[in-house]
């Protein structure tokens, strides 16, 4: 092996040859990497993320800052990096846990019963929170999601989400991370004022945070084109039109409202109203006018109480 191979906690055992030689299955990929699913000899299974050698950031002493900073993150709703590699010709490679479930955006699709039930997405809209909670005011500098989407939360089990990618355009040169933003806006998660301002912020990820909570809300998946001119920013049609209309029980999915089967959830049109309205808060298209992390916890712990 010629390069650099770094672990983090609940990685120490980790064997660097078996890694890099695992078959692995493609089950992503964008402009600046591929998403595989490692199969190790031991029949532990990984994810790893390759990082194109023409898509990161050249200085190595910057990255590996950066690469311990993430390594060292640790939170029950965050996706850890257990291990990193640099290669001789560039090429990066960062290690992390398989979580089986898959991610949100294919819950979401898949449309089963659970994807309409209350408490299922009360505790996933409440794990991102608290994981974005962290990443904003928990550290000693606040990180800077970047990418957060319903494809970047992975679930586990019981769904409980664990938010992956953060800080990932911090390992990415220039064009690279303008390149993540315009992916980010043909997939609707690009919030307004980045079309003028180059970086994210803070503002920027609440605004996508709001976004996966209409998802989860609506049960839709998000359209793909240009922003609605109207409203200065992208969601489904029918959620749209709903805001338009000022039909706020339009938007959600009428299933919710439904007991389970078990008899165990109970929520009533007022509480999915409350959540309707903070999603919407948080999609606001002035920066100004989103609550920050803190508050949007703490609405979504009033509106648990009263469901």
């Known amino acids: 092996m010629k390069g650099d191979f770094v ?14 030689d695992a ?15 490692a199969n190790l000899l031991n029949d532990s299974v990984l ?13 190595v002493q910057d990255v590996m800052q950066i690469v311990q900073l993430l390594g060292s993150i640790r939170h029950a709703n965050l996706v850890p990096l257990c291990g990193f590699y640099s290669g001789p010709r560039g090429e990066k490679l960062l290690v992390h846990p398989f979580y089986r479930r898959g991610n949100l955006a294919q819950f979401i699709r898949d449309d089963n019963g659970d994807s309409h039930k209350w408490e299922v997405i009360y505790r996933i809209s409440t794990g991102i929170a608290r994981g974005l909670e962290y990443l ?22 019981n769904y409980q989400p664990s938010v992956s990618d953060f ?40 605004y996508n945070l709001g976004v996966i909570l209409l998802e989860l809300i609506t049960g839709k998946e998000l359209i793909n084109g240009k922003a609605n001119p109207d409203q200065d920013f992208y969601l489904p049609t029918s959620i749209r039109k709903s805001i338009l209309d000022q039909r706020i029980s339009d938007i959600y999915h ?54």
């Open 7 to 20: 672990r983090f906690q609940g990685g120490e055992d980790l064997p660097c040859f078996d890694i890099l």
């Open 254 to 307: 009428p299933d919710i409202l439904l007991n389970n089967n078990d008899g165990l959830s109970h929520v009533n049109e007022d509480t999915v109203i409350k959540f309707v309205q903070l999603a919407l808060a948080c999609c606001s298209p002035s920066p100004s006018d989103r609550p920050d992390i803190k508050h949007v916890c703490k609405k979504l712990e009033e509106i648990g109480l009263k469901s």
């Open 23 to 37: 078959p692995g299955e493609v089950i992503g990929k964008s402009s600046f990497g591929t998403l595989y699913r």
């Open 47 to 59: 994810l790893l993320r390759f990082l194109r050698p023409a898509c990161t950031a050249g200085n």
């Open 136 to 157: 904003h005011m928990g550290l000693q500098k606040p990180i800077i999601h970047g990418n957060l989407k319903s494809k970047n939360i992975l679930l586990s089990r």
């Open 167 to 206: 800080g990932l355009h911090l390992l990415l040169n220039t064009s690279a991370a303008q390149e993540m933003l315009e992916d980010a806006a043909v997939e609707g998660y690009k919030a307004p004022e980045l079309t003028k301002l180059k970086e994210t912020n803070t503002k920027s990820d609440i």
